[in-house]
Structure formats: C-alpha cells, structure tokens
C-alpha cells in the first residue's frame, strides 16, 4: 500500500512537476548567458580585451561581385569615375574592400554638389595603393581626393616602422600627382587587438602630420563596438544596412567641409610638393 502510494506520487511529479523545472532550469540558464554576453559586449570601451575573442558582426553584406584582377598587384581592383558635372565638384577615394559597397552601387553616397568617384582595391596595403595608384588611368584631375588609412597593414607580416613608411610613400604620391588630399581614417575591426589598431592609426596620424595632410578621424560614438549590427559576419567589414551608411556619410561629410574650407595656403603648400609630370 505504501508503495502504490509513493508510486502515484512519484508519477504525479514525474507527470505534472519535472516538465515545470527543466523548463525553468533552460530559462536560468539562458539568462545568465544572455547576462554574461551583455556584459562582455556593453562594457566600456577602449582595450583590447573589450572585444570577447569569436565575436562576430551580425549585420548584412551584399554578395561580393567579382572584379578583374589587377597585373599590378595581382588583386582585385576597380576604378569608377563619375559622368563630369560642370556645376558639381569631383571627389576621388581612394581605399581597400571598404569602399566595396559604394563602388558597387549597394549602399550610395550623398551627392549635392559633389560627385564621387572610387578606386578600391581589396586587400591592398599602403603599398598595393600606392603601386595602383601610380598607374591609374583618371580621365580628368579630382577636386579633392580622399585616402582612406589602410587597415589590411594590420595583418602584414612587417613591422609598424615599415607600415609607415610605405604609408608616407602612398601619401607622397597621391601630393605628388593631385592638388588636395586628405586622409580619413580606417573603421575598427571586431577581429583585431584594439590596441594593435590605435598604435597603427597613431603612427599613420603622425606621417600625415609630418606631411602637412589633413586626417580625418570619425567620431567615437560613429562605430560603437557593442552594436554589432555594424559589421557583418566577417567582423572586419562594415555591414551595408549598418555600418557602410555612416561611413559613407562620414566621407561626404569630410569632402563637404575641405572642399569649403576654401584655404588658400595649404593648396599653395601642396602645390610646391606636387612632382613635375
């Protein structure tokens, strides 16, 4: 009798209670995840180990199409130059696989007055750019062109002296061959000691410096490192519904404001550097 009572017990918790508690385990268990993922993510920013190692942008990016490959470089490698506008400033940028998404019509650029034109060579360095650079067929001299830091000088096998060096090569060409240049710097990557990249981006701000160049750094809250929406799966490039749309804006924004400064003495400056053709 005591038996068949412990029994019917034992199947009433089996049937009615154990349910309640594996689900209310699986729900603890999802919110200290959720909690620890939080904090890892929210915290304050600034270090290297802000950024937990295996995370990952969770925003969109457009398939990657397929460009010729340059016999310069051996890289991928596009030019798009605007249709001319006589009333409407030629701006150039000039960049690695950031500049994708405008090069390829996914995410477009705020005109006005301005027209943009990119050369973009994914994977490149500061000396893939320059060798490009050298050698490229642009129609008609830019208004302004616009440099953007290369961050793939993150991943070379050389030291930061050599980073900067073939970075102040790049800048000397570009002065070397157009009026007005400025330099904007590379977003952050969600792969990479954040230290190793302000080091980088310091020593890039110092040649321009050195050089008498404009640099441009974006705003602290442009690409916060908790949303993740900004940079796609990768967590190296930008996201096209996230990250793209305010670097874009940032550009034009930079762009806007050289091209109104309207300062006589630098482009004298960068006009006595400019190299006989």
């Known amino acids: 009798m005591k038996f068949y009572k412990y029994n019917r017990y034992y199947m009433y918790y089996l049937y009615f209670q154990m349910p309640k508690v594996k689900g209310w385990r699986r729900s603890q268990a999802a919110t200290r995840?959720?909690?620890?993922?939080?904090?890892?993510?929210?915290?304050p920013q600034g270090h290297s180990d802000d950024v937990p190692t295996g995370t990952v942008g969770t925003g969109y990016r457009h398939r990657v199409n397929q460009w010729p490959i340059s016999v310069l470089t051996g890289r991928q490698h596009k030019l798009v130059i605007p249709p001319e506008v006589?009333?409407?400033?030629?701006?150039?940028?000039?960049?690695?696989?950031?500049?994708?998404?405008?090069?390829d019509g996914v995410v477009p650029l705020?005109?006005?007055?301005?027209?943009?034109?990119?050369?973009?060579?994914?994977?490149?360095?500061?000396?893939?750019l320059r060798t490009e650079m050298v050698h490229a067929a642009v129609p008609r001299n830019p208004d302004l062109v616009i440099v953007m830091a290369p961050s793939n000088n993150l991943t070379t096998q050389g030291s930061l002296?050599?980073?900067?060096?073939?970075?102040?090569?790049?800048?000397?060409?570009?002065?070397g061959r157009w009026f007005k240049v400025i330099v904007?710097?590379?977003?952050?990557?969600?792969?990479?000691?954040?230290?190793?990249?302000?080091?980088?981006?310091?020593?890039?701000?110092?040649?321009?410096?050195?050089?008498g160049i404009r640099y441009v750094c974006p705003a602290a809250d442009d690409f916060p490192l908790r949303r993740l929406k900004?940079?796609?799966?990768?967590?190296?490039?930008l996201s096209d519904d996230g990250g793209s749309p305010i670097l874009?804006?940032?550009?034009?924004?930079?762009?806007?404001?050289?091209?109104?400064?309207?300062?006589?003495?630098?482009?004298?400056?960068?006009q006595r550097r400019r190299s006989p053709p």
Not at 161 to 175: C, I, M, Q
């Open 33 to 43: 995840r959720r909690a620890q993922r939080e904090f890892l993510i929210v915290g």
């Open 86 to 103: 006589p009333d409407k400033k030629f701006v150039l940028i000039v960049g690695d696989s950031h500049l994708r998404p405008f090069a």
């Open 110 to 128: 705020p005109e006005g007055r301005m027209s943009f034109g990119f050369m973009s060579t994914p994977g490149a360095c500061a000396d893939g």
């Open 161 to 175: 002296e050599k980073s900067s060096t073939d970075f102040a090569k790049l800048l000397s060409t570009a002065v």
């Open 184 to 211: 904007y710097d590379f977003p952050p990557r969600l792969n990479h000691p954040l230290d190793h990249q302000e080091l980088l981006r310091q020593e890039f701000r110092r040649v321009a410096a050195r050089m």
């Open 230 to 237: 900004l940079w796609c799966r990768d967590s190296v490039h």
């Open 248 to 270: 874009g804006q940032r550009l034009w924004q930079a762009a806007y404001t050289e091209l109104d400064r309207g300062d006589p003495a630098s482009v004298l400056s960068v």
